[in-house]
């Protein structure tokens, strides 16, 4: 059980962070009306307002490399906490941003998932 939860953790940030830094709009897919962002302390909530603020941000591109994924089953029938840590690489930046990101994964009937709850700081210092 331990193991799939893990291999579910990592394949769902890999392919966050793919479409993040390839196809940001595609990342509506993965919330619904109920979604919650928070994203360097602002809370955003559904699908359409998340959607606005991640296509917002102030770069069109970047890379993210993940250093840490940890997951874990939530109280929430199937669902799971996954908790990543890493750094973020912007163009024309020589500097890495390190940053700190949580998802709740809810499981649907299709057989995957969506993004509940998702928590966003870079890390300073």
Same mark, same amino acid.
């Given at each position: 059980?331990?193991?799939?939860? $893990? ?8 392919? &966050? &962070?793919?479409?993040? $830094? %390839? *196809?940001?709009?595609?990342?509506? @897919?993965? &919330? ?6 928070? /994203?360097?302390? +602002? ?5 359409? *307002?998340?959607?606005?603020?991640? %296509? #917002?941000?102030?770069? *069109? +591109?970047?890379?993210?490399?993940? @250093? ?7 109280? /929430? ?11 973020? +690489? ?10 700190? #990101? ?7 009937? +299709?057989? %995957? /998932? /969506?993004?509940?709850? $998702?928590?966003?700081?870079? %890390? &300073?210092?």
């Amino acid at each position: 059980m331990e193991e799939q939860i $893990d291999l579910v953790g990592k394949a769902f940030v890999d392919h &966050y &962070y793919h479409l993040f $830094d %390839n *196809d940001r709009p595609a990342l509506s @897919s993965l &919330y619904q009306p109920s979604s919650m962002l928070t /994203f360097e302390g +602002q809370k955003i909530q559904g699908v359409e *307002d998340i959607t606005a603020k991640l %296509n #917002q941000l102030p770069f *069109d +591109q970047c890379r993210h490399v993940v @250093s840490t994924i940890d997951s874990q089953p939530s109280s /929430f029938t199937g669902g799971i906490v996954v908790f990543v840590s890493g750094s973020l +690489q912007l163009p024309g930046e020589e500097h890495h941003l390190r940053f700190s #990101q949580m998802f709740h994964l809810i499981p649907v009937p +299709q057989g %995957n /998932f /969506f993004v509940q709850n $998702d928590m966003f700081r870079l %890390n &300073y210092g």
